[in-house]
C-alpha cells in the first residue's frame, strides 16, 4: 500500500511537473529582430490562440551561434531572423525542419528557401533616396553604374560601414562579379562620395544641403516623414532588377528539435496574415511578402519585388569578401 501511495504521489508529481512546464510556455522563440517590434505581434498571437510564447532576443548572428552550439538540445522551437542569411547557416547544419506546403505558398519563391526551410516575414529594400529640392526625377541615374558619372560628382552620401550597405555590396559581388564591383566602388569614391555612419544620417545629410542623393534602406524615409510631413527627401528605385533595388528579408524557421511543430506553424502563419503583414508596413514601414496592403507614396511604382535583382539572399551571409573589397578601397 505504501509503495502505491508512493507511485501515485511520483506520477502525480510529474504530471504536474509536464502540464506546468507546457503551460508556463508553448512556444520557444529565438528573436534578432527587435524586442519593440515583436513583444506587441506576440501579445495579440498570444491573446488570440491561447498559446503561451517565450522569446529569448538577442543579435540574428549570435542567436544562430547559440543554436549551432546547442544543436538538438535547444530550448528553441522557432528561430526568427533579421536576414537570410543567418537562416541559411542553420539550414546547412541540418537545424531546421521543412515548411508545410500551404505556408510556402503564401508567398513568392524569392521569399522562401529553395528547400523550404524557412520563410520571409518582411522585406526592405534598397533605394535611392534624393533631394525633392536639387533633383527633379526625370534627372535620376537609370542605373547603379549612372552614378560614377561627373554629374553626380561631390553629390552622392552613402554609408560604407553599415550593414545593408555591405549586404547590397555582397549582393553585388554576387552578380557582377569582385572587379567590376570594385571599380564601381572606387568610382563612386573618386567622385567624391561622402561617407555618413548610418542610413538616417544620409537622410538627413540629404534635407540638410550635403549631398544630393543617398544609396539607402527604403523605410527611413517614412521614418523621417512621420516626424515630418514636409521632409523635402524623396525614394526612387532604378530600371528593374538593377542591384541598387536589392530587396533583403526577416525571415523565419522551425527548428528540427521542435516538438511543437503545429503551434509553431501557427505562429508562422499568423505573421503571413493579413493583419500581421499590415502592421509590418504601417508600424515600420517593411515591405509585405504576401503583397497585401502597400507602403505610403509605392502606389504608383510596381510591387518592389519586381524591381530586385532576383538572388540567392543566403548568400548575401558571406561577408568576407565584400570585407576585404571594401578595406582595398579604403573605405574600412
Ligand atoms: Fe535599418
Redesign the pocket.
Known sequence: MKRFILLVVAISLALFLVYNNRSSSDLVIYSGRSKALVDPIIERFEEQTGIKVEVKYGGTTQLAVALIEEGNRTPADIFWAQDAGALGALAKVDLLAPLSENILSKVPPRYSSDSGLWIATSG?ARVMAYSTRRVESSDLPATLFDLTDSKWSNRIAWAPTNG?FQSFISAMITIHGYDTTKLWVEGIRNNGAKNYAN?NAILQGIAAGEADLGLT?H??LFRSKAADPNFPVSNAFFEAGDVGNMVNVAGIAITKPSEKRSAAEEFVRFLLSDETQNWFASEVYEYSVTEVGELPGESESEPVIELSPDIDLESLANLEETLKLLREVGLL
Do not use: D, H, T
Open positions: 526592405r545593408s542610413n534602406n523605410y527611413y
